[in-house]
C-alpha cells in the first residue's frame, strides 16, 4: 500500500471521517452502506463505477439539494497530509451537491491520493488555466461562533470517503 | 489623572468588566490550539520565510499584477473594477445591485466590505443584506461591531448570544445551546441564501495568472454564497493578489495555522469566476440544476483606499503583507484581557490595526488605542509573514508625537529631556528619559526616594505626568554600579581569562537594581572572564517605547560608539536586560548603519546566554553559589521572542535548581507600561494569569530576568523578585 494511502487514511482517522476501501465490483454495496437516502448525485466520470441502478438520484436539481440527506460526488484529488478531498466544480453541480446535503460521500480513486498540498499545484494549476474550479474540503463544517463548537453548519455535518482501488 | 487619562482608564474598566472574561477564555483556547498546529508543522519557518518573500515581490510588482488579474478576469468573462475609495468602491457595488434590480443579498464575511462600511451604502440603496457567517450575523442582529479579525463576535459568550437570539427572535423554546442556536442561525440563513439576489464574499487571495479568488472558510457560508446567486462580487484589498497557484501554497498550509490553529481549515474554495457550477432556480425545485435561464455574472473589486499609497511609506509598506490571520492579537498579552473593541480602530483590530488604520485613515485613527502596544514583541514570531508589528506602532507613535502641542507643564520634565523631540507628551518625555530621571535620582538618593513617596508629589505625578500612584516607584541607590565597579581592587585584567566580556549596565541596573550588576559580574568572573563594564549610556529602549525614534537614535549611536573600541578589542558583550538585548539585536536595525548593527547583534548575549556558553565551554560552575531554594521563573517577553530564555532555565536546572516557569504571554508591565495612570487596570488585570500560575508556588523563590517583570511580580506577589544571575552569585 503507498504510504500517502496510509497517510491519508489516518488523516480522515483523526477528522473522524468515516471510509471505506473498496474495488469496482465492491462499489454498490460500499455505497449503499454509506448513504443516508435520500440522496442525490452527480456521475462519477470514474471507469468501472457509476451511480445508476443505485439508490442515488440524478441529476440534481434543487428540491434534491434541500431534501437530500446525502450527496454523492467525486474527488478529483486528495490530499494525505490532512484529509482533505480536492473537490473539483463542474457543470454537472459537484460542487453545489458535496455541499447542501447533510452527509457527502465522496469517491476518490486510490491513484488520485497526493502527499501534500504543494503536490496538488499542478492538478489546480492546469484546472484554473481553463477557467475551472476546486474547493479543498477537510473534514466537516463547523462553527465556534456560538460560544461552542458545532458541527454542520451551512456545510455537511458527516463526511464519508469511499476510496477506490483500480483493478 | 487628567481628564484624557481618566476616559481612557474608564474604557478599558468597562471592557474588562463586560467582554474581558470571553475573550479571554475565546483566544486562550485559540492560542493552545495555534500552538500546537505550528509545533507540529516542521516547515513553519521555511514556509513563513517564503511567504514573506513572495509577499515583498507581490507589492512590489502590485501595479502589474492588477493589470494581469484585470486581463485574466475578463478573458474568463468577469468584470474588474478598481476602487480608488470607500465611495468609490461603494458607487460600483450599489450600482451593481441596482443593474440587478437586487432586493438582497447574501454576504460572507469581510473586512474590506467592513472598512468601506458597504452594508450601509447597500442598505441605503434599498438592498437588504444578511451576513451569512454565524460571528457576523450574531453581530448584524446585534448591531454592533466585530472585535476580531476572524473571530468577529468573539467577545460574546453562548449565554450572550442566547440572550440576544431570544429576545430579538423571540422563539417558542429558548433557546440554550450553541446546537440550538447554530441550527436556528443555519436554518435562517439558509433561506436567505436561497432566496438572494447577489452574493458578495470577500477574497483571502487572488490568482493573476488565472483570476481565482481563494476563501478560506470554516462553515461553508462562502461556498454557498459564491455559488448559490448568479451574481457574485467579490471585494478585497488591492493588496491580496499573488501571481500564480503556485505562490498560493505556502498561503494555504500557513493562514489556518496561524488564524486558528488548524492544520487546515474545512473550506479552501479556489473560485474562477463565474464559476462552471450550474445555477441554482430555488424557484423551480424540480427543474435539473442550471436548467433556469440564469446566466452566471462576476465582479471582482480591487480597493485601493490608500493602500498604493502605503506601498511608498517605507515603514508602513510591511502592513499590505498581513493576510488578516489574527495571530498577533492574539499573542498579545493585553489583548487577550481587553479585546479588540479596545484594541482596534474603525475597522481593523490587534497588533496590526495600527498599521492598517494608519494607513487606511492616517495616523490620527491610530492614535486612540496604539498606546496600548506595549512593544512586548510577543506578535513577531506569531507572523506568518514576519511583519515588525511592534516597530510598525514603534512609527507610527512616533509620527503622532510628532503632532502634540507642547504643555504648559514643561518644567515638571524640565532637565530630562533633551531638546529633540521637545513637542512630545510629558508622560512619554518622563518615561522617553528615565536613564536622566535615574541619575538624578541616584545622586539625590535617599531624599529623591523619600520625597517621591510624599502624598502630594505622587498626587501631582499622578495628575501631570500620569504616573499610576498605585505603583511603587524605583527606588534609587546612593552607590551606581559604576561607581562600585570603579572603586574595586585590583583593577588589573584577570590574567588567565580565556574570555574578555564587556558588561552593559542598563540605566536600572546601575542606579536601582545594583545588585544584580554586582552579582553578574562576580558570576562572569568565578567562571573565568575578564570583565570590563561599558559606560552607562542609555539603549534608547526607553524613549523608543515612547515613540520617540530620534532619541533613542542618538543614544543608538553613543552605544555603538562606546562599544566599538571593545568589540574591535575581541571583547564579547553581555546584556542583563532582556529589553536592551532586544535593542541591541532588533531595533538597531532601524537606528544604526547595517555593519554596525550586524556586528553588536552578533556579539552580544543575555547573561545568563553568556553565562551558559562559558559553562559549555569548560568553565567551572562549580566555583558559583549552590543552589538553595526551588525558584518560580518568568522569563522576559523580549527575551522570549529571541529564543534566549532557554538558556536561563538550562543553566539553573544543569546548577541543580528545581525550576517551575511560567508560560504567560506577558507579565503585563512592559517597561513604562504599567506605571501608567491610565493603564494600571489593566496591567494588573493581564498580570493575574501570571499570579495565578504562581499562586500555589509560594514556597519558591520569585526569579524574574526582565526589571519590568521584577517589579510587576513584587506588586502582584508582595515579595521579593531576584534576577537569575543573582543565584548564582558566588559572593563579595
Ligand atoms: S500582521 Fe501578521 S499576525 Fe497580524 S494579522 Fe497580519 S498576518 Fe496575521
Redesign the interface.
Known sequence: MSTALSTFESSLDRLEVGWTRTTPDGFEDALASAIDPPAVGVPLGIDGVSLDGTAVET?????L??EANTGVTRAGKAIA??G?LVVD????????VS??PPTHVAVVRESDVLPD??SA?DH??V???D????????????????????E?????KHVHVLILEER | MSAERRRKAEKIRHLLETEGDAVHE?ITHMNAERYDAIERFDDFEALREEARAIKEDAIADLPALVEQVRESVEA?GGHLYVADDAADANRYITDVADSKDADTLVKSKSMTSEEIEMNDALEAAGVDVWE????E??LQVADEGPSHLI?P?LH??????ADLFNEVFDPEEPFE???E??AF??DY??EK??AADMGMTGANFV?A??G?ITLVT????A??TA??PDTHVAVTGVEKILP???E??PF??LISKTATGQ???????????P????T???E???????SGDGEREFHLVLIDNGRLDMREDDQLKETLYCIRCGACANSCGNFQHVGGHAFGGETYTGGIATGWEAGLRGEEAADEFNDLCTGCSRCVNACPVKIDIPWINTVVRDRLNGDATPSEFEFLVEGLTPDAEDSVDLQKRLFGNFGTLAELGSKTAPLSNWTAKLGPVRSLMDEYLGVSRERDLPQFQRETLVEWFESRRPRAPNADATRKVLLYPDAYTNYVLVERGKAAVRVLEALGAHVELASPIESGRAPLSQGMIDTASEQADAVAADLEPYLEAGFDVAVIEPSDLAAFRREYEYLLPEAAHDRLAENSYDVMEYVYGLLENGADGSTLAAPEEPVAYHSHCQQRTLGVEAYTEAVLEDHGFDVVTSDVECCGMAGSFGYKSEYYELSMDVGEDLYEQFADEDDRTLVASGTSCTEQMGDLFGRDVTHPVELLDPGP
Request: aromatic share 6%; proline share 8%; charged share 20%.
Open positions: 441529476p440534481p436539481t434543487p428540491r439539494l434541500r497530509r490532512y482533505t466544480s463542474d457543470p454537472a453541480g459537484t460542487e453545489p455541499l447542501y498540498v504543494e499545484s489546480l494549476g484546472r484554473f488555466a477557467g475551472g474550479s476546486s474547493v479543498f474540503a477537510t473534514g466537516v463544517s463547523s462553527t465556534g461562533d456560538m460560544g461552542a463548537l458545532v454542520g453548519v451551512h456545510g455537511p | 475565546n474568463n451569512t457567517d454565524l460571528g450575523f450574531v473571530g463576535s460574546r459568550s453562548r449565554e450572550d448570544v445551546t450553541a446546537e442556536l447554530t442561525a443555519r440563513l439558509g441564501i436561497h490568482l495568472d488565472s481565482t470554516n462553515e461553508g457560508n461556498r454557498k455559488v448559490t500564480s497557484v503556485e498560493l501554497q494555504v498550509e492544520d487546515i481549515s474545512q473550506y479552501v474554495s479556489m473560485f474562477t469566476p464559476v462552471d457550477s450550474p441554482i432556480d430555488f423551480n425545485p424540480d427543474d435539473p440544476l442550471g
